[in-house]
């Protein structure tokens, strides 16, 4: 079973160590080191693609001081799409994206990581809240659809201000 914590933004860029601003974009990457799963943050001026080795990568913004708090749908609202979009082949890439974000959110964790008859990498995820089980396709979109993706959860998911972007 792979179990571990996501930390927090470090809120400075793991290449230049300089201070990331609020309304600033961001990356953020996680990387296996040994046993333990790292987060790095990097400014858009620092970043150019993940490395290859990453587990997973998103784009997102520092909050403003004063920023209204984004309020994310229930989480039975997004595991019943997560269940809605199995049956759709052409959405592989946004299920898989969806599942990278409930897994930030801990709203699922990952039980393993297996392949299936076809050679495809499969993560079989656990509802850290019912009994709910779920295998997700590794599918990695490109930059601009994984853009469309993250634009397109943003708008059925979140309220109150611009997303926070998962991607991998």
């Known amino acids: 079973m792979l179990d571990f914590e996501i930390q927090r933004c470090t809120r400075r860029c793991a290449a230049t160590e300089r201070e990331l601003q609020p309304g600033e974009a961001f990356y953020s990457v996680l990387m296996s080191e040994g046993a333990n799963v790292v987060r790095y943050d990097y400014g858009t ?51 898989y994206i969806l599942a990278l974000l409930l897994l930030r959110r801990r709203v699922v964790k990952i039980e393993q990581s297996i392949r299936d008859e076809a050679g495809n990498e499969v993560l079989e995820l656990q509802s850290l809240r019912s009994d709910r089980q779920f295998r997700v396709k590794v599918a990695l979109p490109t930059k601009q659809r994984a853009q469309e993706i993250q634009d397109k959860l943003a708008q059925l998911f979140l309220s109150g201000g611009p997303a926070a972007t998962a991607a991998s």
Not at 53 to 77: C, F, I, Q, Y
Not at 79 to 94: F, K, N, R, S, T
């Open 45 to 95: 001026d620092a970043w150019t693609l993940p490395p290859d080795n990453a587990l997973g990568w998103w784009k997102s913004r520092m909050p403003e001081p004063n920023a209204a708090r984004k309020h994310w749908a229930p989480n039975d609202v997004m595991l019943h799409y997560l269940d809605e979009l199995e049956a759709q082949p052409a959405c592989e890439d946004e299920r």
